[in-house]
């Protein structure tokens, strides 16, 4: 072949290959630009410290892993640990469905403007990894705007619509800012049952109070309410009793009441005082009546409830009122009689 004529065709292979490689690279502006928008994910999870999420109201939540693997809610209390669970599996399983049409992405960035949820996220040690914008769903709720911003990157202008590997659905709601939503709502939990006393005191019917003391092994007493020793019981169902305290828990802490309902409440006599003493501390159950709500009726469907079928009020001494499920609550209403006839 000519090597005149040859020397265009090679330099048109060279240059070809050339751009070939400038956009495929790492280090092109366009593949730059795309990762800076997209790399949301954080693969391993486990090296998550700490999550802050605050909205554009000012509300704010700070949750940081501890020693043992559990999580606190703004340094005060145990954090629920579904909720902390679905951010992680979040974090991890997050890609980008589509992007947003380039004649769109002026709105959304408008509209997250007013209406996103911003999302720290730590490692262990305190250094921050990056940061998620939090938006709206989409039109058909299967899909989530979000911006994404990272140390190497800056924050990008670019939203994506995000989704979740095995979920279909809005990813916004799993950031919520309301701390009590994000309380534990665990009491007590004792799988092995490693209680050493119980307490269970009716103040308005202090012959049905009684106390039980655990020795260990099948060594169980029963005292009466004013701590006398009972001398015969069915062990067997004092037994069976005591496995309602392998788990006790909340419904929530939205109790619809003010704050003035609320102390009047606390205010008046529990129907029923349990504490539960093990080797490394004790916890104080107050339960109080609930009033029925206005359409709710006795078992015969025909005489209106006085007193709430479905709900008790229940405080720890944290002090703050919460709602529980009656159905879980009734059964520790057990009186002395109730083991002893």
Do not use: C
Not at 53 to 67: A, F, P, Y
Not at 199 to 223: A, C, M, R, T, W
């Amino acid at each position: 072949m000519n090597m005149k004529k040859s020397l265009p065709l090679l330099f048109l292979v060279v240059i070809v290959a050339a751009l070939a490689w400038y956009f495929s690279s790492d280090r092109s502006p366009l593949s730059t630009s795309v990762k800076a928008n997209t790399n949301f994910e954080i693969k391993d999870t486990s090296e998550i410290g700490k999550i802050f999420i605050v909205d554009l109201n000012g509300r704010s939540i700070n949750l940081k892993r501890q020693e043992n693997e559990s999580w606190t809610v703004n340094g005060k209390y145990t954090a629920r640990e579904d909720a902390v669970q679905t951010l992680l599996k979040t974090f991890k399983n997050i890609y980008v469905q589509r992007p947003v049409p380039k004649e769109a992405q002026g709105e959304v960035n408008k509209v997250m403007a007013g209406a996103s949820k911003k999302v720290e996220i730590y490692n262990r040690e305190g250094e921050w990894l990056k940061t998620w914008y939090v938006g709206h769903a989409t039109m058909d709720k299967k899909g989530t705007y979000m911006l994404l911003e990272t140390p190497e990157y800056g924050k990008a202008t670019e939203p994506f619509i995000m989704d979740m590997k095995g979920f279909i659905g809005m990813l916004n709601t799993r950031f919520f800012t309301d701390e009590d939503e994000w309380r534990s709502v665990g009491i007590v939990r004792y799988p092995n049952m490693n209680i050493e006393k119980l307490e269970v005191d009716y103040p308005s019917h202090p012959e049905q109070s009684f106390k039980v003391e655990l020795g260990g092994g099948n060594s169980i007493f029963l005292y009466n309410g004013e701590g006398e020793r009972v001398a015969n019981y069915d062990t067997l169902l004092l037994k069976d009793y005591l496995l309602n305290y392998k788990v006790v828990s909340f419904e929530n802490y939205r109790t619809g009441l003010s704050e003035f309902q609320t102390d009047s409440v606390m205010n008046t006599s529990p129907y029923q005082i349990i504490t539960i003493t093990d080797p490394n501390k004790k916890t104080t159950i107050n339960v109080w009546p609930k009033k029925a709500p206005p359409d709710q009726m006795e078992m015969d469907n025909e005489t209106p409830a006085v007193v709430d079928r479905e709900r008790v009020y229940v405080a720890t001494q944290e002090g703050q009122l919460a709602l529980a499920q009656r159905f879980m609550y009734d059964k520790f209403r057990a009186p002395l009689q109730a083991f002893t006839e």
